[in-house]
């Protein structure tokens, strides 16, 4: 079962620092001669978001946990709110890690570095 992002934790990311974007799917082959070929590596292609949040400590705490425990240190994936609409995003992490930064005394900005599933 794909656990679900705490309610808890901020429900949408900052503005400031969001990106989302396709990966490439196209796979090409060049041949000795004739043109070069292009083909679809696979039917539904995965899409980048690196999404940063404000938390304050309690949220920090929160969301390591999580992060340990639920998520297995980032390896399993889990249900986000899409921060494009009110529906929700199928993620887990690119590399299994995520960056922290201490904005002002006690509070954060986690940036999450995700894959948006098909």
């Known amino acids: 079962m794909v656990s679900v992002w705490p309610v808890s934790l901020p429900q949408k990311p900052l503005l400031s620092g969001l990106r989302r974007q396709p990966t490439s799917n196209v796979v090409h082959t060049s041949f000795e001669m004739g043109p070069p070929n292009a083909r679809l590596r696979c039917?539904?292609?995965?899409?980048?978001?690196?999404?940063?949040?404000?938390?304050?400590?309690?949220?920090?705490?929160?969301f390591q946990t999580y992060f340990k425990t639920t998520l297995a240190y980032g390896a399993l994936p889990f249900v986000?709110?899409?921060?494009?609409?009110?529906?929700?995003?199928s993620v887990m992490f690119r590399e299994g890690v995520y960056g922290r930064d201490e904005l002002v005394d006690g509070i954060y900005r986690i940036m999450l570095p995700l894959l948006i599933l098909p």
């Open 43 to 62: 039917t539904a292609a995965v899409e980048e978001l690196d999404a940063p949040y404000k938390m304050d400590a309690v949220q920090l705490v929160t």
């Open 80 to 89: 986000l709110p899409d921060p494009d609409s009110e529906g929700t995003l």
